[in-house]
């Protein structure tokens, strides 16, 4: 199976912390730039960050800067999204993904959910009171 699973949603208070996790199987991840993306109900989804496959580049959106930090193990085959100073504007599903056919994306194109040809199901979360 190939595929990429996301984990480390759930229910956390205003002002929590939680990483994701987006770990693959069937195929090596270090090989692939991985962007991060969020769909909130009833809103559009976005872009969250990226971050190359080996080189530690890392982009995100103007919103999300300074309380999103986006990392890899290419070693365990995940890259992971910690959330600090959760809110709750920030519950949504969120999911990684990937273009298999384009190199160094993330650095040369920014996020561009649209050319994601390949996705996780996506993990929620939820910050509320």
């Known amino acids: 199976q190939v595929q990429l699973v996301e984990s480390g949603g759930g229910l956390v208070k205003p002002g929590g912390s939680l990483r994701l996790s987006c770990v693959a199987s069937?195929?090596?991840?270090?090989?692939?730039?991985i962007g991060w993306f969020r769909q909130a109900p009833g809103k559009e989804r976005e872009g969250v960050s990226c971050i190359g496959s080996s080189d530690g580049f890392t982009r995100y959106a103007d919103s999300m800067k300074g309380r999103f930090t986006a990392s890899r193990d290419n070693a365990k085959n995940a890259v992971y999204l910690q959330i600090n100073n959760l809110q709750p504007e920030d519950t949504a599903v969120y999911y990684c993904?990937?273009?298999?056919?384009?190199?160094?994306?993330?650095?040369?194109?920014?996020?561009?959910?649209?050319?994601?040809?390949?996705w996780g199901n996506g993990t929620l979360v939820t910050v509320s009171s």
């Open positions: 993904a990937t273009d298999q056919y384009a190199s160094v994306w993330c650095r040369r194109r920014g996020i561009p959910s649209d050319f994601m040809d390949f």
């Open positions: 069937g195929f090596t991840l270090g090989y692939y730039d």
